[in-house]
């Protein structure tokens, strides 16, 4: 496959352009330049000051925001196929927070010009965007509900329910590529207190752990927690 087909492959699986047919798609395709980003890579820094809209294609990203004493919180961890960025028109702002690639990563950019033309030619993607924003404003406010009404095993549980993001040769779900340290920062709490907690989880039986891998062999047994 040429590198133009594979970047009209992996645009053709993103949320917003789901209605747009294969001529409109090679039109999208022109107008949004792609770059690899290898694991570990900040590519977008607190105080970049270009308007910038993001479409993760291939990989996982985490967007993080430091305090004045350098403690970071990841606000998101994002998957293929969904938009970020700083883009005020659209309700999206990263001004104060660094975008790292957690795997290899696939991503285009467009400029807020590429976004008015995108929008103004093909309509149905402005709504599409609309529905992608309004799902992540929801997963933030479960997220905000979660920190106040439970307590640390229950958040990390349905965090890891909800990150799992592979599944193992017997089916079981996998999460891959974070470490306690950012599951710590995911949660707002010290790495040491994930270790512990997940070293509970694994003589209860619920997971199995490797270096930044966490098998879930018991889902049902984490979703119990939540229901407690």
Same mark, same amino acid.
């Given at each position: 496959m040429s590198s +133009? ?61 430091? +305090? ?57 993607v402005g709504l ?35 990150? /799992? ?6 089916? +079981? ?10 599951? /710590? ?44």
């Open positions: +133009n087909s594979a970047k009209l492959a992996y645009l053709q699986t993103v949320d917003i352009f789901q209605d747009l047919d294969a001529k409109q798609m090679k039109d999208v395709e022109a107008a949004a330049p792609m770059f690899t980003c290898e694991p570990g890579r900040t590519f977008y820094r607190a105080g970049d000051p270009a308007e910038v809209l993001f479409i993760l294609k291939k990989g996982e990203v985490v967007l993080s925001r430091f +305090n004045e004493d350098g403690k970071r919180l990841i606000t998101a961890t994002l998957k293929a196929g969904t938009i970020f960025g700083e883009m005020p028109l659209l309700g999206q702002h990263m001004r104060y927070s660094e975008a790292e690639a957690l795997s290899e990563c696939l991503i285009c950019s467009l400029s807020r010009r590429d976004v008015l033309e995108l929008i103004r030619r093909y309509p149905v599409r965007i609309a529905e992608v924003l309004s799902r992540r404003l929801r997963d933030a406010e479960e997220r905000l509900e979660e920190m106040a009404f439970q307590g640390l095993r229950e958040r990390l549980a349905s965090l890891l329910l909800r990150l /799992a993001n592979d599944t193992d040769w017997r089916g +079981n779900p996998v999460v891959k590529g974070l470490t306690h340290q950012h599951l /710590a920062e995911i949660l707002g709490t010290y790495r040491e207190t994930i270790s512990t907690t997940l070293a509970e989880f694994k003589a209860d039986g619920l997971i199995e752990t490797r270096r930044k891998r966490i098998t879930i062999l018991d889902p049902d047994g984490l979703r119990t927690l939540l229901a407690l």
